[in-house]
């Protein structure tokens, strides 16, 4: 269609065609149009010919930066056929970018669409992945179980049960030249995610895919989908759904692992887990305190009753930095220093001068408020004594009197409850009790102070234990 067009106008060259197949126009990978927008900066091009606007680009925001920005500073006039666009035609600006809009529209509700599709084929246990995983091969869109490939997985649960940890299984795996899950399926000529660009020959096990394999309820025959979600239509990013929204499916294919065996497997994943959170050498200075002689990490250690940072080399007699330092001091060290420069950067007598303004505007304020209340409440003690008087002069019945008094007297212990709470608060007005100026120092370190104001903090020592604290900021 397009290449006719040009054979009918006397005056247009074909230059260059630019097709991204099997790739929507919504999509970010698509290198065609990436070359096709190369050769438009550089002059190659003075007509960007295509069937529609959506073709070029369903979203707005790339419409908007080429075809009605980039495109008029480079030049360039956009034809689009079907949807009848020339940007030649000055008139059409308008129906581009209701196009643009509609095209949004259109693919967000294609992208919902889609998602409820999928979710309902997941709940009935039909693996939506064009992608078996390692150990099964797709018949369709039932998983079978790859003979030589389930072999390794099996030796992989093997190995963990004898001992071996991820690291190790990874390395003997390796020694044994057996082929990684990348390396294998590009072996099979079984179809891998194209996305992936990485050179698949070197891909070797490593610790994640032995991980992957001893987590994944797969090899015992259960379809675990709905990891993960994208973003948006727009933006194809995954992100990781909650557990409990994961779609579970039961003895929905062959199993490669018995369930004990499986179950024995997670037992000591998570007992490893547990043991790695109360070890880790975690505190609100992990990752800043280095030691200045030799700059390696210093490690925070407790004993009964004393907790310190030490150097890690100097345990193994390799540094000579033996003094250790008290995390409690180290750390009111730290909390001076922050506050010291923080008061660097703010004058605190015209901090207090404007508080003070402030809390003066605000208690007369108050006091304006007081008045008027203690004002109503007087009027309201007139209209009672009036109401006393015309009903002495029985202008008033004695049923009228009673409700215009119970109205009355209500009203009055409003005015005065309200008249208590502002005294309260007049006297409650003081700098000191002020939220801003309460909070002008900061009394506790946390790791998100520390992390916002300091690189790193260098500890050395001078002689005789005396310390050098060198805190670099960064600031
Ligand atoms: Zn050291």
Same mark, same amino acid.
């Given at each position: ?55 070029f680009s369903r979203d707005?925001? $790339? %419409? ?38 509609? =095209? ?15 979710? +309902? ?66 072996q099979k000529k079984i ?6 660009n990485k050179p698949r ?40 759904? &909650? ?24 037992? $000591? ?11 880790? *050498? ?8 280095? #030691? ?18 030490? #150097? $890690? ?28 420069? %923080?008061?660097?950067?703010? &004058? ?46 029985? +202008? ?9 008094? *119970? ?25 000191? =009790? ?16 520390? *992390?916002?104001? $300091? ?8 002689? =005789? ?11």
């Open positions: 269609m397009l290449l006719d067009f040009i054979k009918r106008n006397k005056n247009f060259l074909f230059v260059d065609e630019y097709c991204d197949e099997n790739i929507s126009g919504a999509g970010t990978y698509r290198p065609e149009f990436e070359r096709m927008i190369y050769d438009c900066k550089i002059g190659k091009l003075d007509i960007v010919l295509c069937k529609s606007q959506s073709r707005i925001e $790339i %419409v908007e930066k080429y075809i009605n920005n980039k495109f008029k500073e480079w030049k360039i006039r956009f034809i689009s056929l079907a949807d009848n666009i020339d940007t030649e035609k000055n008139e059409t600006t308008k129906t581009r970018q209701i196009n643009a809009l509609v =095209n949004e529209w259109y693919l967000e509700d294609v992208s919902n669409n889609i998602k409820s599709a999928l979710k +309902i084929k997941m709940k009935q246990g039909e693996l939506i992945s064009p992608f078996a995983p390692y150990g099964f091969k797709k018949n369709k869109n039932i998983l079978e179980i790859d003979k030589e490939a389930s072999k390794v997985v099996k030796n992989i649960y093997n190995l963990f049960l004898s001992g071996y940890n991820y690291t190790s299984i990874a390395n003997y795996l390796n020694n044994k030249n057996i082929p990684s899950p990348s390396l294998y399926k590009y179809k891998l995610n194209i996305v992936s020959e070197e891909i070797l096990w490593n610790n994640n895919t032995i991980k992957t394999i001893l987590n994944n309820e797969i090899y015992i025959g259960n379809l675990i989908q709905g990891k993960r979600t994208t973003i948006s239509y727009k933006n194809h990013k995954t992100v990781s759904k &909650d557990k409990n929204n994961w779609i579970r499916k039961e003895n929905t294919h062959p199993k490669i692992i018995n369930k004990e065996t499986f179950m024995k497997v997670q037992n $000591i994943i998570n007992k490893k887990k547990k043991n790695n959170i109360r070890t880790r *050498n975690n505190h609100i200075l992990s990752g800043k305190i280095f #030691c200045y002689k030799c700059k390696n990490i210093m490690r925070k250690k407790s004993t009964k009753n004393n907790t310190y940072l030490t #150097c $890690i080399n100097a345990e193994k007699n390799k540094c000579n930095n033996r003094n250790s330092i008290n995390y409690e001091i180290l750390k009111s060290i730290l909390l001076n220093n922050i506050n010291n420069l %923080v008061k660097e950067f703010f &004058d605190e007598e015209l901090l207090i001068n404007k508080i003070n303004n402030y809390v003066i505007e605000r208690k007369k304020e108050i006091e304006k408020n007081l008045i008027e209340k203690q004002n109503n409440y007087k009027e309201i003690n007139i209209y009672i004594k009036n109401i006393y008087e015309d009903k002495i002069n029985k +202008i008033l019945s004695e049923e009228d009197f009673n409700n215009l008094l *119970n109205i009355y007297n209500n009203e009055k212990n409003i005015y005065k409850e309200e008249i208590e709470k502002l005294n309260k608060k007049i006297k409650n007005i003081d700098i000191n =009790n002020f939220i801003p100026y309460k909070h002008r120092e900061i009394k506790e370190l946390d790791a998100e102070i520390i *992390n916002s104001f $300091i690189d790193k903090i260098e500890i050395d020592n001078i002689n =005789n234990g005396e310390r050098n604290i060198i805190i670099t900021w960064n600031i």
